[in-house]
């Protein structure tokens, strides 16, 4: 028996316009593999940070490195529909009979990643977003974990000045990135999910890479599923999570070492959560390390069978029915 076969009660059988109170939690260890920007537009901007306390009960007050909660759902929405795209499962809209894409302000509602991640239509329908998410936070100060580096853009000769009229280019400057092995820690909590969506908006995480941007050549990113939590209320929040980790691998010592293994963050994490667990006001199941373990190589395996993606889509596709 699969873990998403053992644990069915927590998902709904089908699709529903209602709320039902079926919560289940992906933590996320988010370890950068090469440099990132995570900032509002343009060149040159600095990183989104934010000052919060170092821990939860800790009066000291630390800047942390920030990627908002749409840096992160816009990937993932993406790599879905580019798979989508590939099997057919994306529609025209309403409107323009284009289509379904992103920012076009017409969409199919009827593909999964409308359905799932929600939309709305200027003068027709909307769906809320059945992934719940939240801005994470890097697990370091910022001042650990930001270095800068400085930027040019040379003419065909090699040089910095324009070979026809000799004028130096203003193309130059410093931009602030996130180094390597640096961590970030999210909880994407998703709500009202049938098993066949679980597993689609699970796939897009798994196998979403590259966040913030320049992404076309930095800001390669691992996302590793520390826990998962089925209830019946949402859980604790992603600052909650971070200040907890902090506090336990910060120990006695002055300050928190850099870089950490991925490991040992993990099992931070999962300590953490059995932790805040005992505040929660609800019912909840926190899936054993094992079983975390097995989903990702039941998830990474279903993946790898294209007949098996194929039917899950079809699946999901009929379960919404028609235009609505």
């Keep these: ?23 289940i939690s992906l933590l996320l260890v988010r370890q950068i593999e090469s440099e990132a920007m995570f900032r509002t537009e343009g060149s040159g901007e600095p990183l989104s940070k934010e000052f919060v306390h170092a821990g939860p009960d800790s009066g000291e007050v630390i800047q942390r490195v920030v990627i908002s909660k749409r840096k992160q759902t816009a990937v ?11 099997y057919d499962k994306l529609f025209a809209g309403q409107k323009t009979n284009v289509l379904c894409a992103l920012n076009r302000n017409d969409p199919c509602e009827r593909c999964m990643d409308c359905m799932i991640y929600g939309y709305a239509a200027g003068g027709g329908g909307a769906q809320k977003s059945r992934v719940i998410t939240d801005d994470a936070f890097s697990l370091h100060p910022a001042n650990v974990i930001i270095g800068t580096r400085q930027f040019n853009a040379l003419y065909d000769t090699g040089t910095m000045r324009d070979p026809e009229t000799g004028e130096p280019s203003a193309s130059i400057g410093t931009d602030e990135y996130v180094k390597p092995e640096a961590i970030f820690l999210d909880i994407e909590t998703l709500k009202d999910l049938t098993a066949v969506e679980f597993r689609y908006v699970l796939g897009n995480v798994l196998r979403s890479s590259r966040y913030g941007a320049i992404s076309s050549r930095i800001g390669k990113v691992k996302n590793i599923l520390a826990g998962v939590v089925f209830s019946d209320c949402e859980i604790f929040s992603n600052l909650e999570l971070t200040q907890t980790v902090y506090d336990q691998l910060k120990g006695e010592k002055p300050e928190l070492g850099f870089p950490l293994s991925s490991e040992v963050v993990v099992e931070a994490v999962r300590t953490a959560t059995s932790e805040l667990s005992q505040r929660l006001v609800g019912q909840l199941i ?6 975390v373990n097995t989903l990702v190589d039941e998830i990474s395996t279903f993946y790898r069978n294209e007949d098996a993606v194929r039917r899950m889509l079809e699946e999901a596709t009929a379960m919404y029915g028609p235009k609505r």
């Design 76 to 86: 993932e929405r993406r790599t879905g529909r580019e798979l989508l795209r590939k």
């Design 286 to 291: 926190i899936l054993p390390p094992d079983e």
């Design 1 to 23: 028996m699969s873990i998403v076969e053992k644990y069915a009660d927590h998902f709904l059988p089908k699709y529903s316009n209602y709320p039902h109170g079926h919560y």
